[in-house]
């Protein structure tokens, strides 16, 4: 069911997030497309160094092909290349930093501008905005119009998004630390705001907070940036939430009327976890989840067996990769 309100479903995406997006996008669009106005697929093609441009050239055009299946199968769907021509640059500035040049990535390499540029695009005032790695249980059909109503009844709230993790018997929060939000069903207020998903009214960010700081990371994160050749900025998460505290604004994560909607995040990456994600998205669909998931945002062992991915992140944190860096070029 859509709203009363024009409302635009904009997801993020990149050629490297291909292995994952071949599932999860057909999952959003079939979780969410029919209670929307527009669905924005945003495509950044500026690569960075670093693990975010992993198989660029190789995904690029199965990305391309499971966007044009997207286009073809639901007529509001369109894709946009995120535009990094002076001009369109500019204009986003202008409505997000109040004209201070914006960098084309964080300091690790992931996104930056894209977030924005999508943001900046939406045709409607009520943005959806997704990565393109979440799931969404739950099957509401009317969760986007309950979000857009709680917005109009709370001046203070700049961005609501579905209950994180899988519902709990007791209503709680496993993973997360929030205090409890009056509502109908089970809700939660942060002061910060996550850029994973959030469904935000761009005319109150304009009229409330104006414009965002840009900000250095922290000084590990900017030797991190330099190492790997990427620009030294902060994440946009980061930036909004110091916004949102300035501004006295929170966030609103909520389940919803009857079975509701809420997310899940895999937080990392291994061909296992490719290997299961057909059957993992099923289980979301289907609300097949372990006692030990519930209350829980990131998806966890109970559901995917992460030790592989975790143990290849232990060997390849930056710091270890500048240590061999530096070590062969004193070799030579």
Not at 25 to 45: F, G, K, S, W, Y
Not at 63 to 92: F, G, M, R
Not at 160 to 171: I, S, V
Not at 250 to 270: A, C, D, N, V
Request: with cysteine; net charge positive.
């Amino acid at each position: 069911m859509r709203s009363n309100h024009g409302v635009t479903l904009q997801i993020n995406l990149a050629p490297s997030d291909w292995l994952h997006a071949k599932y999860t996008l057909p999952h959003q669009l079939r979780q969410l497309a029919q209670q929307v106005d527009e669905i924005l697929l945003t495509l950044d093609l500026h690569r960075s160094p670093g693990r975010f441009s992993e198989g660029w050239q190789e995904r690029l055009p199965k990305i391309q092909n499971l966007i044009q299946e997207c286009c073809t199968q639901y007529p509001h769907v369109h894709l946009k290349e995120v535009d990094y021509s002076p001009k369109v640059v500019a204009n986003v500035s202008d409505m997000f930093f109040g004209g201070l040049p914006i960098p084309p990535k964080d300091f690790r390499g992931g996104p930056f501008y894209s977030y924005f540029f999508g943001l900046y695009s939406a045709q409607h005032n009520y943005i959806f905005h997704l990565d393109s790695d979440l799931m969404f249980g739950g099957g509401s059909s009317t969760w986007i119009a309950e979000a857009i109503d709680l917005l109009n009844q709370r001046p203070n709230v700049l961005v609501c998004g579905p209950l994180p993790g899988p519902p709990t018997a007791d209503g709680q929060l496993r993973s997360q630390v929030a205090e409890t939000e009056p509502y109908d069903s089970p809700a939660f207020r942060f002061s910060s705001l996550s850029s994973r998903y959030f469904l935000l009214d761009r005319n109150r960010f304009t009229s409330l907070v104006k414009k965002l700081p840009l900000k250095y990371a922290p000084i590990r994160g900017i030797i991190k940036a330099l190492v790997e050749g990427n620009y030294p900025y902060n994440l946009p998460e980061k930036i909004f939430t110091e916004a949102m505290l300035e501004n006295s604004l929170y966030r609103i994560e909520f389940l919803g009327k009857q079975t509701g909607m809420w997310s899940l995040h895999p937080p990392y990456r291994s061909k296992n976890f490719y290997d299961c994600l057909p059957e993992l998205i099923q289980r979301v669909e289907s609300g097949d989840i372990p006692e030990a998931q519930r209350g829980v945002h990131d998806v966890n062992d109970s559901l995917v067996d992460w030790s592989s991915a975790k143990e290849a992140l232990k060997k390849n944190r930056w710091w270890k990769r500048m240590g061999k860096q530096l070590k062969q070029k004193l070799l030579n």
